[in-house]
């Protein structure tokens, strides 16, 4: 199965979608965890990137579309896979779609949150090296800031601060809700999920909907 997860920042798309690899045994591929990876490893990728990712603009869609082309051919992307955070542009999902065979994808999860909330959620979620995420208020770590998975010490995201999550947004509306008309003119089928509520309920709601 090949899924798309859509919807704004903040929304739980990667909380979510890592629930629905797993349970669907596919990668989670989220370009926004592996351009972190980059920065972190200081690649000549994650250098080029750093600063427009601090600022909450999107990284050139020759570097992103390269780097997530190069991750879906890998073996294990074979059977399916959920993509998080690409594409972020018509011209990545044309770029998406020259690149699939024939059968493209099979469908989007598209959750929504309102923007107040996105901001609150945002701006108090803290975040561990290897990629867990946490919330001061809706989901502390057992010790504060550190990480139950890997004890690692966790931190505020450069661009989890409330002024970068506002273009955050902005960026969003302009560039990425667009891809909904998109794929609805392509026929993808869009499963709209309300992403407030518990994680396990966001989470059941969106297993039922993707296997209707
Ligand atoms: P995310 O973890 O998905 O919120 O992404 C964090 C940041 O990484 C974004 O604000 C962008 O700067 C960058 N980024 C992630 N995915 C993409 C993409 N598909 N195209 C361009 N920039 C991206």
């Known amino acids: 199965m090949r899924l798309l997860f859509l919807g704004p920042p903040g929304a739980g798309k990667g909380t979510q979608a890592v629930g629905v690899a797993q349970s669907l ?33 999107l990284v050139s869609d020759d570097l992103v579309i390269g780097m997530l082309m190069d991750r879906i051919a890998l073996p294990d992307a074979s059977n399916g896979f959920i993509l998080d955070g690409f594409p972020r542009n018509v011209a990545q999902a044309e770029a998406l779609a020259t690149t699939l065979d024939r059968e493209g994808l099979d469908a989007a999860v598209l959750i929504t949150v309102d923007d107040d909330e996105i901001v609150r959620r945002i701006s108090g979620r803290r975040t561990c090296p290897n990629q867990h995420v946490y919330h001061q208020d809706d989901n502390q770590p057992l010790v504060p800031d550190v990480c139950n998975i890997d004890g690692e010490t966790l931190y ?5 601060q409330e002024d970068v999550v506002r273009n955050r947004l902005d960026v969003y509306r302009d560039q990425t809700e667009p891809l909904v008309a998109f794929y609805r003119s392509m026929d993808l089928p869009i499963h709209e999920v309300n992403g407030v509520g518990s994680m396990d309920e966001i989470q059941r709601a969106i297993l039922e909907t993707i296997s209707a």
């Open 156 to 160: 505020q995201r450069d661009d989890d």
């Open 25 to 57: 045994n596919i990668p989670h591929i989220a370009t926004g965890n592996m351009l972190r990876e980059a920065v972190a490893a200081a690649t000549p990728l994650g250098l080029q990137a750093k600063a427009v990712m601090a600022a909450g603009d």
